[in-house]
Nanobody, 116 residues
Framework: QVQLVESGGGLVQPGGSLRLSCAAS????????MSWYRQAPGKERNLVAT????????NYADSVKGRFTISRDNAKNTVYLQMSSLKPEDTAVYYC?????????WGQGTLVTVSS
């Protein structure tokens, strides 16, 4: 029962904030680097942010740098994406991904809609 489950998506106004969560189960979460990806309507899936297995290093896409923050709580087997100053172009399905060596696990996605 290896599983990643995203939550926290919804409708938010431009300039607003939202926090996404991704809960892991069925594997040793602290061994895995975690990432958030997103896929906007009619577009390819692209990387948003990554965080190392112990949380000591992060990377962000240029489009979200300074607005989004990725974090993790290994005691809770959960990775987060805090989003602020949201723009309509942030509208997408957001997916979390776990990677450890040759192993790759994906969640089912959660929809974020930024609109007035």
């Amino acid at each position: 029962q290896v599983q990643l489950v995203e939550s926290g998506g919804g409708l938010v106004q431009p300039g607003g904030s939202l926090r996404l969560s991704c809960a892991a189960s069925g594997f040793t979460f602290s061994n895995y680097a975690m990432s958030w990806y997103r896929q906007a309507p009619g577009k390819e899936r692209n990387l948003v942010a990554t965080i190392t297995s112990r949380g000591g290093g992060t990377n962000y896409a240029d489009s979200v740098k300074g607005r989004f923050t990725i974090s993790r709580d290994n005691a809770k087997n959960t990775v987060y994406l805090q989003m602020s100053s949201l723009k309509p172009e942030d509208t997408a399905v957001y997916y979390c991904q776990a990677v450890y060596r040759y192993i790759e696990v994906w969640g089912q996605g959660t929809l974020v809609t930024v609109s007035s």
